[in-house]
C-alpha cells in the first residue's frame, strides 16, 4: 500500500476537519452532500462557486465551478497549502498529512488493516451514493410531473416579459412547466414562490435533474432573492431540450430515422427561446450554466454545433471554462461554431433582442 493511498484515506476520512483547517470552511455553507467553501486564490470568488463533495465516492472530492481547480482529496490539500495542484504540492500534501494524522507512526500491520477497513467504506458509500442517487432522479422526475403546463401561466408571462412570445416558437417541446408555489431551499424560512421548471435531461432523453427559475408574483420578472435560478440534483451531462427543430422529432426520433441537424447550445433558458424565435430550423438546447456547457453529451441526431457565447466581460475565468466546453465539444469531430453578440447589444442573444436587434 502507497504513501499516496494511506494519505488519501486519512484525507477522505477527515475531510470537514480539513476543510475548516485549509479552506476556511463555514458552517452555514455546510449541506449533507456537499460544503461551498470560497476559493482564496482567486480574486473575487464566492462561496456558492467552489464545492468539496462530503458524501458518496466522491467524498474529498473538489470543483472550483468559475475556474478550472479541481481534484481529489490529495489534491484539495495540496491546493489548501499552495494554491496549486502539481506534482510537488501533492508530495507536500502527503507529507503534511503524515504529520498531520501521525501516519508515519503507523505499523505496516495497522496501515493494512487500515486499508482493508477503508475499502469496506468504500463499498459501503457507494452503495448509499447509488440509492441517494436513484432517489434524487426519482423525486425530480415527479416533481416535473406534477407541474402544470407552462401555456398561459405566469412563466409564459415571465418569458414574455423578455420578449419571447412562446406561441410563436416553433416545434417546442416539452421540457418546460410551472408550479404557482415551489419552494426556495436556498433560504431557511424555505420560502414559496412561482417558479418556471425545466426538465433537464441526460443522452437518452430521461429526466435527470429539474431546472428552476424563480418569479415575482405577478410574472413581471425573477423573483427577489440571492439566487433566482437553481437547479437540482447534479446536472452534470444533462441539459434542457428546448426545440426540435425543422424536423419537429425528438432527439431520439431523429436518430431512429436517420435524420440529422444542427444543434444551437446556449447558457440560459431564456437566451435560447431566443435564439428558437430567431432561428427556427435550429434544434435548441440550454446547458443551464457555463460549467454545464461543459458536460453537453453528444448525440446521433446532431451534425453540427452552434454555440451562442454570453458576453462575460472583466471574467477570465469564464473565457477559460467556455474555451474547455469549446475544446470538448470539437473533440466529438463534428463542425464548431461559436457565435457571440457585440458588447454594446447585451450579454446574450435575448439582452439583444430585447435592445432592439433582428
Not at 425530480?140 to 398561459?152: D, H, T, Y
Request: proline share 4%.
Amino acid at each position: 500500500m502507497s504513501r499516496f493511498s494511506v494519505a488519501k484515506g486519512y484525507a477522505v476520512d477527515n475531510i470537514e476537519t480539513l476543510i475548516m483547517e485549509l479552506l476556511g470552511g463555514q458552517q452555514k455553507f455546510r449541506r449533507k452532500s456537499l460544503w461551498n467553501v470560497r476559493n482564496q486564490f482567486r480574486a473575487g470568488a464566492k462561496e456558492d462557486q467552489m464545492a468539496v463533495w462530503l458524501t458518496g465516492p466522491r467524498r474529498g472530492a473538489w470543483k472550483d465551478f468559475a475556474g478550472t481547480d479541481q481534484g481529489d482529496a490529495i489534491d484539495l490539500v495540496a491546493f489548501g497549502l499552495k494554491g496549486a495542484v502539481t506534482a510537488e504540492t501533492r508530495m507536500d500534501a502527503v507529507e503534511w498529512l503524515e504529520d498531520r494524522f501521525n501516519i508515519r507512526q503507523m505499523t505496516p500491520e495497522r496501515k493494512k488493516q487500515y486499508d482493508a477497513e477503508r475499502q469496506i467504506r468504500i463499498s459501503a458509500a457507494e452503495a448509499e451514493e447509488k440509492k441517494r442517487r436513484e432517489k434524487s432522479i426519482a423525486r425530480a422526475r415527479k416533481f416535473f410531473f406534477s407541474c402544470r403546463p407552462i401555456e398561459n401561466s405566469l412563466a409564459e408571462r415571465y418569458l414574455g416579459t423578455r420578449a419571447v412570445q412562446l406561441g410563436q416558437v416553433a416545434e417546442l417541446g416539452r421540457s418546460l412547466r410551472f408550479h404557482p408555489e415551489c419552494e426556495y431551499w436556498m433560504d431557511e424560512a424555505r420560502p414559496r414562490h412561482p417558479a418556471m421548471i425545466a426538465a433537464m435531461v441526460d443522452v437518452t432523453g430521461r429526466i435527470g435533474a429539474c431546472h428552476y427559475t424563480f418569479l415575482q408574483r405577478d410574472g413581471s420578472g425573477k423573483a427577489d432573492v440571492d439566487k433566482a435560478k437553481l437547479m437540482f440534483p447534479e446536472t452534470t451531462g444533462l441539459v434542457v431540450r428546448l426545440t426540435n427543430g425543422e424536423s419537429g422529432l425528438s432527439a431520439e426520433e431523429a436518430a431512429e430515422n436517420g435524420v440529422i441537424s444542427i444543434c444551437a447550445l446556449t447558457e440560459g433558458i431564456e437566451d435560447g427561446l431566443s435564439v428558437a424565435l430567431t432561428n427556427p430550423e435550429l434544434r435548441v438546447w440550454a446547458a443551464g450554466s457555463l460549467p454545464g456547457l461543459r458536460s453537453v453529451p453528444d448525440h446521433a441526431s446532431v451534425c453540427a454545433w452552434v454555440v451562442f457565447k454570453d458576453n462575460d466581460w472583466g471574467k477570465p475565468q469564464a473565457q477559460e471554462q467556455f474555451d474547455l466546453a469549446i475544446a470538448r465539444l470539437k473533440s466529438f469531430r463534428k463542425p464548431v461554431e461559436v457565435i457571440s453578440m457585440p458588447a454594446e447589444w447585451g450579454k446574450d442573444v435575448n439582452d439583444a433582442i430585447r435592445s432592439g436587434w433582428k
